[in-house]
C-alpha cells in the first residue's frame, strides 16, 4: 500500500497499531533515515535524488516530513526490546540508522542493478504472470534466510499437500549480500533444493529485503508481501523470525512460540492470505524416512543434527549423512565452506615490543613455506608500518586504524585460503576484538599472546627505545607510557623467556594439527 517513505501519521499509527492512518494493515515502520546534516537542508516540497552505491539514481523522493523519531520508542513497539544486548535485529537498528526520518511519494527511475543471479530476481508483476501462465490458482509461499535441507523440504511439500497448492520459495536476499561468499553459495543450494521438488510444483525466486527479525511483527509483514507477489498461502513457522530461531546459540525464543502464527492468522481477511502453519519434520530411523514430529511416537529413533554439528562435520571434513540433507547441496557447502585442513587461516601474534613477536612469525614463515601447503604472507609491525601506515602517528586512534588495516589484508589473505601472519604490538583489545569478527568470517584466526615479562622485553631491546621512553624521549610506548592492553582469551599464550624461538613455533604448529588445520 506504500507509494514512498512513511509520514509521521502513518509512522505512529503503524507503530501504536500496526495500521496506516488509513486503517490499511501494516505492521513495519520503512522510513528514509539521513544524518542531521542532510535533514537541515531538506525542506517540504524539495525534490532528493536517491542513488545506489555507484551514484546511479534510481528514484526522486519528494519530500513531505523531516522529523526526528524516538528511536527507543521505535524499538520498544516493533522488537519488545530497546536493549541492544538482548536482540540483534535491535542492535543492528541502533548502529545502522541515523537520527532524522524523511517522509514523501516516490517516482521510480530505475530499479536497482544487480549482476548476480538475474534470472531469479522476479518482480510481482512477473511472478503473477508466470503463476497465470502455469495455471497456478494457489501457490504457497516459502520465506527463508538459512540454508535448506532434507527436512525443510518435506516441511514445505506437507504445507503445500494439506492446501492444494504450488510452492513459491522466496529467499531472502538481505543488504550487502552480494559481496558476500555466504549468498552465492546460499544461492547455488536453493538452486539444487528446487531440483528436489516434484516438476511443474515450484518456482525459486529471491526476495530483496532487509532483515528485522520482529517475530509477530516480521510475519505479518512477509505474508502480505508474500500477498503482493501473487501468493495466496504463507507458509509461518512457530519461531518465525525469531533472533533466537530454532534455538540458535543455546539461547531461549524471544518472542512467545506460535505468536507468529497467531498474528498472521488474525489478519487473514484483511492481507487476502492463509497462514499455513509449518509443520516441522523430523527422521525416523525405523522408518528411514521423515514424519512429522507431532506423530513421533516415544519408541521411534529420530535422528537429528544440528546447525552448529553440522559446521562441526564440514570443518573437520566428516560425513555429512544423506538423509540429512542432499548430496549435490553438500558439495556445494563444501566447496565454499571448505574443512580446516584447506582453509585459509591467520595467525594473530600481539605482545610487547621486544617480546618475540617478530621472532616467532618469521620462523613460523619458514616453516608454511617448507610445507607449501598454503601460500604465506607475513605481516610484521615494522613491514606495515613502512608499507601500509607510514602516515599514521602512535595515537590510541592511529594504532588502532593500523591494526584495522592489518585485519582487512589478513582477511582477504584468509579468504582465499593463504596463511597471514600478523606480528603489530596490537595493545588494545578493541581493535583486536574487531579483526577477529572480521577475519573469523573468512576462515581461522588464532590469537597468540606473547606474555614475555616487560623486564625481559628491555633487556632485548637493540634499539634502545625503551630507554629512549623512559627518559621521555619516546612519547605514547606501549608498556612505559601508554597501557597494553592483556588479551581477554587468546588461543595460545607464549612467554619467549621461558622457550626458544623454535619450541614457541612447534607449540603454534602442534595447536593448529590439533584444531585441525594442518594435517
Not at 521505535?74 to 538482548?86: K, N, Y
Request: contains cysteine; hydrophobic residues 40%.
Amino acid at each position: 500500500p506504500l507509494t514512498g517513505f512513511m509520514g509521521r501519521a502513518d509512522y505512529d499509527s503503524v507503530l501504536d497499531s500496526m495500521r496506516l492512518a488509513d486503517g490499511t494493515v501494516w505492521p513495519m515502520p520503512v522510513c528514509l533515515d539521513v544524518p542531521e546534516k542532510v535533514a537541515a537542508g531538506l525542506a517540504p516540497g524539495a525534490a532528493l535524488a536517491l542513488n545506489d552505491p555507484e551514484g546511479f539514481l534510481l528514484a526522486v523522493l519528494t519530500v513531505g516530513e523531516v522529523w526526528q523519531p524516538d528511536k527507543a520508542r521505535e524499538a520498544r513497539l516493533v522488537f519488545g526490546t530497546d536493549e541492544p544486548d538482548s536482540h540483534p535485529g535491535v542492535a543492528a537498528f541502533f548502529s545502522s540508522t541515523h537520527d532524522w526520518y524523511v517522509s514523501g511519494s516516490l517516482e521510480g527511475l530505475h530499479l536497482p542493478i544487480h549482476y548476480d543471479f538475474k534470472e531469479l530476481r522476479l518482480g510481482p508483476a512477473e511472478t503473477h504472470r508466470r503463476f497465470a501462465l502455469n495455471g497456478w490458482r494457489h501457490v504457497i509461499g516459502f520465506h527463508t534466510s538459512e540454508y535448506l535441507h532434507c527436512a525443510h523440504r518435506e516441511s514445505v511439500l506437507h504445507a503445500a499437500r494439506e492446501v492444494g497448492a504450488s510452492i513459491f520459495l522466496q529467499p531472502v536476499v538481505a543488504m550487502g549480500d552480494h559481496g558476500n561468499l555466504d549468498h552465492y553459495t546460499q544461492v547455488r543450494c536453493y538452486q539444487e533444493i528446487e531440483k528436489k521438488f516434484p516438476k511443474n510444483m515450484v518456482m525459486l525466486g529471491l526476495l530483496p529485503m532487509a532483515k528485522r527479525l520482529a517475530g509477530p511483527r516480521s510475519a505479518l509483514w512477509h505474508a502480505i508481501v508474500k500477498r503482493n507477489y501473487g501468493c495466496t498461502h504463507f507458509i509461518v513457522a512457530d519461531d518465525h523470525a525469531d533472533p533466537f530461531a530454532g534455538g540458535a546459540n543455546g539461547q531461549q525464543f524471544f518472542y512467545p512460540l506460535h505468536a507468529a502464527q497467531q498474528l498472521v492468522r488474525e489478519f487473514e481477511a484483511e492481507t487476502d492470505i492463509v497462514m499455513v502453519p509449518a509443520e516441522r519434520m523430523v527422521y525416523v530411523e525405523d522408518k528411514a524416512q521423515y514424519v512429522p514430529a507431532s506423530q513421533v511416537a516415544p519408541e521411534m529413533n529420530v535422528k537429528e543434527i544440528s546447525s552448529a554439528e553440522l559446521r562441526r562435520r564440514l570443518e573437520y571434513d566428516l560425513e555429512i549423512p544423506s538423509w540429512f540433507s542432499y548430496p549435490e547441496v553438500v558439495a556445494e557447502l563444501k566447496r565454499s565452506f571448505p574443512p580446516r585442513s584447506k582453509q585459509g587461516f591467520t595467525i594473530f601474534i600481539t605482545g610487547l615490543s621486544g617480546s618475540g613477536k617478530s621472532t616467532l612469525a618469521r620462523v613460523l614463515l619458514v616453516k608454511f613455506l617448507e610445507m607449501r601447503a598454503r601460500p604465506v604472507t607475513l605481516l610484521d609491525g615494522d613491514i606495515v608500518r613502512r608499507n601500509l601506515s607510514s602516515e599514521l602517528n602512535f595515537s590510541r586512534q592511529h594504532r588502532n586504524l593500523n591494526i584495522t588495516r592489518i585485519g582487512f589484508v589478513a582477511s582477504e589473505i584468509t579468504k582465499n585460503g593463504g596463511i597471514a601472519l600478523c606480528a603489530p604490538i596490537a595493545p588494545y583489545e578493541e581493535s583486536r576484538r574487531a579483526n577477529r569478527e572480521l577475519i573469523s568470517r573468512c576462515g581461522g584466526y588464532i590469537e597468540v599472546h606473547m606474555a614475555t615479562p616487560l623486564a625481559v622485553c628491555e633487556q632485548r631491546d637493540r634499539k634502545g627505545l625503551y630507554a629512549r621512553a623512559r627518559a621521555g624521549k619516546v612519547p605514547a610506548f606501549t608498556g612505559v607510557s601508554d597501557p597494553y592492553e592483556v588479551p581477554s582469551n587468546p588461543e595460545l599464550t607464549i612467554d619467549t623467556s621461558t622457550m626458544t624461538p623454535a619450541e614457541a613455533a612447534q607449540e603454534v604448529l602442534l595447536y593448529l594439527e590439533e584444531q585441525g588445520y594442518l594435517r
